[in-house]
């Protein structure tokens, strides 16, 4: 099955520094790569997502890099802000719909 | 348009009792995942449906879970008998393909503690 890592485990940044999240996967079968951020007692909610025939996407001061020959993926934000303070988790997944997510990366933004 | 709806919100049990949770995913949404995420984990997998059809259910323990989506629409997840290592929140997220790779719209999770 699919092994998923996410490191660093924690991440604690300033305001307005910028955060990177990676996330490896195993299965070569995986073809759909995105990024869930769950804030605290809330639902996951999908923030932005990259499919294999794409290195890279920007969603304002989010983007996702992609390097499908070392297997893994990343999550970038600029310029961050309290409100990004939230658990992040990667999801890798493959044609027939089957995703497995990462153990989460907590990200706390100091003031 | 509503989200995915799940109850109850929260639940305590006693261990060896039976527990149920119910789910009503996004209308006209064909897949319906439930996942279990205990604390400070990721979401894992317990069952996948499309429409009524559970095409993967691998790492649901069929010993004491059972899940159903009757008429491809609302589905329920029962426990019976629960144990201790239960306790977690039960997530519920519907997508609107067929064995495509999207967005999961996930409901607000019915959290379980089993005393």
Not at chain 1, 19 to 39: G, H, L, M, R
Not at chain 2, 19 to 48: D, K, M
Request: hydrophobic residues 30%; proline residues 6%.
């Amino acid at each position: 099955g699919e092994n998923v890592e996410q490191h660093p485990s924690t991440l604690s940044v300033q305001e307005g520094d910028s955060a990177v999240i990676k996330c490896t996967y195993s299965d070569s079968a995986s073809n759909y790569f995105p990024w869930y951020k769950q804030e605290l007692g809330k639902r996951p909610q999908l923030i932005i997502d990259i499919r294999s025939n794409v290195g890279e996407k920007k969603d304002q001061r989010i983007a996702v890099t992609l390097n499908k020959t070392a297997k893994h993926f990343s999550l970038h934000i600029t310029e961050t802000q309290p409100e990004d303070s939230a658990v992040y988790f990667c999801g890798p997944g493959d044609s027939w719909g089957k995703l497995q997510f990462g153990a989460g990366t907590q990200v706390v933004v100091t003031p | 348009e509503a989200g995915v709806v799940q109850s109850p919100r929260y639940k305590i049990i006693e261990k060896k009792q039976p527990v149920a949770f119910w789910c009503n995913p996004i209308s006209g949404h064909n897949t319906l995942y439930w996942y279990r995420q205990n604390l400070g984990q990721g979401p894992e997998l317990l069952i996948r449906y499309e429409n009524e059809e559970a095409v993967d259910d691998s790492q649901l323990p069929k010993d004491r879970f059972s899940a159903e989506r009757l008429k491809g629409v609302d589905s329920t997840l029962k426990i019976q008998p629960a144990e201790l290592g239960d306790s977690a929140v039960y997530l519920c997220a519907s997508s609107p393909g067929l064995a495509a790779t999207g967005e999961l719209f996930f409901g607000e999770g019915s959290r379980l503690t089993v005393l």
